[in-house]
Structures are given as structure tokens and as C-alpha cells.
């Protein structure tokens, strides 16, 4: 089974602050990979598909890189709308779907 | 736009089944890629459960597989998980959730609002 190891596990950061999460898998996905918010009692959204790309709708201050074993996810100015879990998912082996750990993110 | 909506018992006794139901409006079930479940425990991460594609197919988490179940009726516009012979491990908030909008085959684009269901006697 392919596992995603995502860092850190929570972070706390200033309103405009850049902040970056990374995303490390067990073995080469390609660029398979997907990037989803969470806010609290709420379902995820999804963020960013393919690595890279910005789901319709969502801001530019967030982007994603990577590809391979490596992954980042990254907010350019933190928002205070911006609170919530980030979570990774592979899906290299679809239909098999696996999820990092997630990411707290708290304003300082 | 598109809507899913899980409904079923929020309280399950242990080694009974659980079954939830996933409404969908805005969107034929038959022309999503595929349709599934996540589960998230309490203070704690993502699991995907399984998932069921427009050929029919499902696929299912190695981890739950002899436990689950996922159909789909197409007629209702539905799709539905059973996992059966549950414990206090399956407590959790469950999201169906479906493919089938622009961010790429393995991506989730749609999910319900979640519905936590309880295993306790």
C-alpha cells in the first residue's frame, strides 16, 4: 500500500504569513496527487488536483508542486478564513484512494 | 449544482449492520466516473471505504472489505454502503462522495455534509 507521510501535523503562523505543508509518498505517484481543506464540521473541498492544479473557484493565494515522492502545498498570505486541516490524498493506484495525516493550521 | 446528501441511523448496536444512503440532486448518478465513501473517526483522519464506478464496478479498502458493501440505484438517483458486524471502531462521521467534475480522475469533487454514526449498545 502506498502511505503519505504529510508535515508537519499542525502549525501555527501570523495572517500573512506564508505557509507551506508537505506531502511525502512511500513510492513514485507521478503527479497523482490532490490537496483538500477541511474546516471545522465541515466536509473537505478540494483544493488542488493533479499536483498542481487550482480547482475552479479557489483562490490563487493557494498553489501546489511536486511530483514523484515529493509534494508541497502552499498558502502565499494566510487568511484568517484560512483555519482548517489540509489533507493529501494519492491516487496512483486508483481505485484505491489514501490520505495523509493532515495538516492543523492555526493563526498565531 | 450538485448535492449529496447521506441519511440513515446515527446509532448502530455492535455487530450489526450500518446502512446509509447517499442522495444526489443536480447530477445523473450514471454519468459521474464514480461514486463512494470516506469515513473520519473522531478528531482523526481520512479513510476511504470504497468505491463503486459507472460500469458497475466497486472496489473496496482491503482493511473493510469482507465487512462492506456499496450499490447504486440509478432509478432513485442513490447510492448506498452497509457494513455489517460493526464495533466501537466504526464510529466516525461518513461522506459519500463522487467524481465527476473538472479537477481529473482521482479526485473528489463532490461530498455530502457527513453523518456521524455511532456504534454502542
Known amino acids: 500500500d502506498i502511505q503519505m507521510t504529510q508535515s508537519p501535523s499542525s502549525l501555527s503562523a501570523s495572517v500573512g504569513d506564508r505557509v507551506t505543508i508537505t506531502c511525502q509518498a512511500s513510492?513514485?505517484?507521478?503527479?497523482?496527487l490532490n490537496w483538500y481543506q477541511q474546516k471545522p464540521g465541515k466536509a473537505p473541498k478540494l483544493l488542488i488536483y493533479?499536483?498542481?492544479n487550482l480547482e475552479t473557484g479557489v483562490p490563487s493565494r493557494f498553489s501546489g508542486s511536486g511530483s514523484g515522492t515529493d509534494f508541497t502545498f502552499t498558502i502565499s498570505s494566510l487568511q484568517p478564513e484560512d483555519i482548517a486541516t489540509y489533507y493529501c490524498?494519492?491516487?496512483?493506484?486508483?481505485?484505491?484512494?489514501?490520505f495523509g495525516g493532515g495538516t492543523k493550521v492555526e493563526i498565531k | 449544482q450538485v448535492q449529496l446528501q447521506e441519511s440513515g441511523p446515527g446509532l448502530v448496536k455492535p455487530s450489526e449492520t450500518l446502512s446509509l444512503t447517499c442522495a444526489v440532486s443536480?447530477?445523473?448518478?450514471?454519468?459521474?466516473?464514480?461514486w463512494g465513501w470516506i469515513r473520519q473517526p473522531p478528531g482523526k483522519g481520512l479513510e476511504w471505504i470504497g468505491s463503486?464506478?459507472?460500469?458497475?464496478?466497486?472496489y473496496y479498502n482491503p482493511s473493510l472489505k469482507s465487512r462492506v458493501t456499496i450499490s447504486v440505484d440509478t432509478s432513485k438517483n442513490q447510492f448506498s454502503l452497509k457494513l455489517s458486524s460493526v464495533t466501537a471502531a466504526d464510529t466516525a462521521v461518513y461522506y459519500c462522495?463522487?467524481?465527476?467534475?473538472?479537477?481529473?480522475?482521482?479526485?473528489?469533487?463532490?461530498w455530502g455534509q457527513g453523518t456521524l454514526v455511532t456504534v454502542s449498545s
Open positions: 443536480g447530477y445523473s448518478i450514471s454519468s459521474g466516473y464514480y
Open positions: 490524498q494519492q491516487y496512483d493506484n486508483l481505485p484505491r484512494l489514501t
Open positions: 462522495v463522487g467524481n465527476g467534475g473538472g479537477g481529473g480522475e482521482g479526485a473528489l469533487d463532490y
Open positions: 493533479d499536483a498542481s
Open positions: 463503486i464506478y459507472h460500469s458497475g464496478s466497486t
Open positions: 513510492q513514485d505517484i507521478s503527479n497523482y
